[in-house]
């Protein structure tokens, strides 16, 4: 959940406007809240109210009946987007606050592809338990692997996928593929040859360090999520 909850968020949400204002200066001071934007929480939120930076990576208006707005807005975790749009209202000289806010995505899951209502899990356990059907409970249920899908992969041999779970950091002769823009530093997941998730970790080297050095700590392992014996270890490890 951790890594769920850091990842990007996007939201459609309706802003409703004080005042009008023409649509071309709508757009053009929406377009200026792109990229990296200075933001303080507001006053009840459950975290210091301190400036922060916050990175916008798309804003879009999918909608506008005068004074309502509505927006979709893809952005990094932690933003706040009623603080976003009243600061949106503030530049546009008009005021403006939001009336409804809906999460349409986090991370690798979204709302129109990988979300399912109650109905449907409740349909797919009977198609499975009563006719022995398991197409639709392998559409509702994922993989595990799934969750950290989004992170940078590494991938590594057997040996060193045995070691992992018993502890051990990530050296650079267990790598057999990795993401070709990790930097010291990111979180990373850590896999198997088979694409199975072994743990979580972080970056020791950037990708170019890793691919140029025989030896060294690649990944400083966080938290294991495979089982242990599930892959033979070397004898000088046991």
Same mark, same amino acid.
């Given at each position: 959940m951790k890594y769920l909850s850091l990842s990007t968020k996007a939201y459609v949400?309706?802003?409703? $406007?004080?005042?009008?204002?023409?649509e071309e200066k709508l757009n053009a001071v929406i377009k200026e809240f792109t990229g990296k934007i200075y933001q303080k929480p507001p006053v009840r939120s459950s975290v210091r109210r301190a400036l922060r930076v916050k990175?916008?990576?798309?804003?879009?208006?999918?909608?506008?009946?005068?004074?309502? %707005?509505?927006?979709?807005?893809?952005?990094?975790?932690?933003?706040?987007?009623?603080?976003?749009?009243?600061?949106?209202?503030?530049? $546009?000289? %008009?005021?403006?606050?939001?009336?409804?806010?809906?999460?349409?995505?986090?991370?690798?899951?979204?709302?129109?592809?990988?979300?399912?209502?109650?109905?449907?899990? #409740?349909?797919?356990?009977?198609l499975y338990r009563k $006719?022995?059907?398991?197409?639709?409970?392998?559409?509702?249920?994922?993989?595990?692997?799934y969750m950290v899908s989004h992170l940078p992969k590494v991938v590594v041999t057997d040996s060193a996928a045995a070691s992992i779970t018993y502890g051990a950091d990530l050296a650079v002769p267990g790598i057999t593929y990795l993401? #070709? #823009?990790?930097?010291?530093?990111?979180? %990373?997941?850590?896999?198997?040859?088979?694409?199975?998730?072994?743990?979580?970790? %972080?970056?020791?080297?950037?990708?170019?360090?890793?691919?140029?050095?025989?030896r060294g700590i690649a990944v400083k392992t966080k938290r294991v999520i495979m089982e242990r014996d599930i892959y033979p270890r070397r004898e000088k490890e046991k």
């Amino acid at each position: 959940m951790k890594y769920l909850s850091l990842s990007t968020k996007a939201y459609v949400t309706i802003m409703q $406007l004080h005042k009008e204002v023409p649509e071309e200066k709508l757009n053009a001071v929406i377009k200026e809240f792109t990229g990296k934007i200075y933001q303080k929480p507001p006053v009840r939120s459950s975290v210091r109210r301190a400036l922060r930076v916050k990175t916008i990576y798309k804003i879009d208006v999918l909608e506008l009946e005068y004074p309502y %707005v509505l927006l979709y807005v893809e952005c990094e975790h932690g933003t706040y987007i009623r603080k976003l749009i009243h600061d949106i209202g503030e530049v $546009l000289g %008009v005021g403006a606050h939001m009336r409804e806010l809906r999460r349409v995505k986090t991370g690798p899951f979204k709302e129109d592809e990988t979300l399912i209502t109650m109905h449907q899990l #409740s349909e797919a356990i009977y198609l499975y338990r009563k $006719l022995n059907d398991d197409s639709e409970i392998r559409k509702a249920v994922l993989p595990g692997e799934y969750m950290v899908s989004h992170l940078p992969k590494v991938v590594v041999t057997d040996s060193a996928a045995a070691s992992i779970t018993y502890g051990a950091d990530l050296a650079v002769p267990g790598i057999t593929y990795l993401h #070709s #823009s990790i930097r010291k530093g990111d979180e %990373v997941a850590v896999f198997t040859l088979k694409g199975e998730i072994v743990a979580t970790g %972080v970056a020791m080297m950037h990708t170019e360090e890793i691919l140029e050095k025989r030896r060294g700590i690649a990944v400083k392992t966080k938290r294991v999520i495979m089982e242990r014996d599930i892959y033979p270890r070397r004898e000088k490890e046991k």
